[in-house]
């Protein structure tokens, strides 16, 4: 079930704790700023990272040789620990946890604490500001390093004063690129994931993985660069830098006054949880760390788990379902349908209800079936994301019921464009056609009932419409 998406809550309808980067969806470009393929172009592209105030560029001055580039701003352990004896005196550290033990402001205050701490740091020199939780432990809390982060940026951005320091993230939460990618995009320079290059080491000394920490690395970092490539890219952006402070996500679940304060600019349509909600779940994921007996939760956010985390398609829903479509079973069905109503909410839509706006309507004034089916559209998806089979298939159904089915991408058999001997069609009604063009005929275009012309690739923005070589079969490849 794992390719068929993700059945878990958005974090904001979650009752586990997740991360603050899960309330951060990544926005991408459609017509105006095309996107990169970051696989085919990544010679355009660039994660190189300076330190340094060029100052101004049109003066000859030691200020434009004092300067350090890195190849990424992901920074390992060893690198770090190099990095801060090369800033030496320049640099000032900021201590990015809180006691939970004050009260319910306890997070707001420290924000207020790290950003006074940072602001004078920056007037009384110095030239690189550390935000960590390394000191997290007993009795202190770490903040969400992304809230920190966003926090020292946008006040020292309105006191006029980031340009002249760099902002360095040493943080335990962060794991994965889109972590990475929303750190950068709210202002950090470089990010070093202690925490996750410990864990590998600790896996390493157990015997759970193969191979020398310094592969482990090597891979870990590779596969977090090609992420933050690919996160560009979506948005047509091809170095770093003009990611950085961009914040170009929207916010799913934030509160609009939170991220006015400390995320100024980003879009957050539907409001949610702030600050001291995020107090609450901080404390709450501390405490099961810190305070438990030592055996961690199960989060079950992959895999449905009995104490884990909601799934919309767990076990005995799906069986339910199964057995009515294998039984043919109204009442199962029924069944099924009121099991997944009570489920607690696991999307946005799940929250909206129907509003009646009057008394009903005659059954007799009601559309018949027939003719309500005319608008139901199966979405497009290519011959070779789909089967032959389950192309044909889709189209034939679509036909018979009096629907229209979506050709996609890639062209159509011209053996479709013919009734079968039973009566059945397996052309489909739309065609597309793609900026690629691939599979496009005059024939292909006569055939359809509506064009579609694909401005924009919504499911993998910038390369979509790649066909691994392994797919390619001789039919795919005879009709594009």
Known sequence: LASMGDDTPSAVLSKKYRPLSYYFRQNFSQVTNPPIDSLREYRVMSLKTRFGNLKNVLDESSAQTEILVLDSPFVGNA??????????????????TFDPSVGENALRDALERIRSEAEDAVRSGAGHLVLTDIASGDGKTAMPMILATSAVHSHLTRRGLRTFCSLNVRSAECIDPHYFAVLIGCGATVVNAYLAEDTLADRIDRGLLNGPLTEAMSRYREAIDQGLLKIMAKMGISVISSYRGGLNFEAVGLSRAMCAEYFPGLISRISGIGVSGIQKKSVEIHNAGWLADGILPIGGFYKSRKTGETHAWEAQTMHMMQAACNRASYDLWKQYSQRMQANPPIHLRDLLAIKPIGAPVPLEEVESITSIRKRFVTPGMSLGALSPEAHKTLNVAMNRIGAKSDSGEGGEDP??????????????KIKQVASGRFGVTAEYLNQCEELEIKVAQGAKPGEGGQLPGMKVTDLIARLR
Request: aromatic share 10%.
């Open 415 to 428: 053996a479709h464009f013919h009734p079968e001997p039973n009566g059945d069609n397996p052309s489909a």
């Open 79 to 96: 690198q770090w620990d190099v990095l801060m004896e090369n800033f030496n005196a320049d640099m000032v550290s900021i201590d990015c």
